[in-house]
Nanobody
């Protein structure tokens, strides 16, 4: 599975962005998908995850109510809608595919190259 993120960019605080992660391969619908982010000099942090069907989602506490993860298995794509963005949301955002839903990076087998989100104050 190859993953390609898009949709990052520069946005003012309070604004919104929608990230997309397009996957190649016919088995996309069998994977749980996750979004993680990494700010400069910091560890990669969990953002959100969604199971294969889209029925189950989990979010990091600081993203609840602001971010929404979704997927379209027909399009082999997972999305991250980000609203009410804050400067502290500035990071490179990565999508990942794994066999099971998880809040930690280790169980994910495939990673995208990342897309930069910059939130200005």
């Amino acid at each position: 599975v190859q993953l390609v993120e898009s949709g990052g960019g520069l946005v003012q605080a309070g604004g919104s962005l929608r990230l997309s992660c397009a996957a190649t391969g016919r088995t996309f619908s069998s994977y749980a998908m996750g979004w993680f982010r990494q700010a400069p000099g910091k560890e990669r942090d969990f953002v959100a995850t969604i199971n294969w069907s889209g029925a189950t989602t989990y979010y990091a506490d600081s993203m609840k109510g602001r971010f929404t993860i979704s997927r379209d298995n027909a399009k082999n794509t997972v999305y991250l809608q980000m609203n009410s963005l804050k400067p502290e949301d500035t990071a490179v955002y990565y999508c990942a595919a794994g066999r099971g839903i998880s809040r930690t990076p280790a169980p994910y087998d495939y990673w995208g190259q990342g897309t930069l989100v910059t939130v200005s104050s």
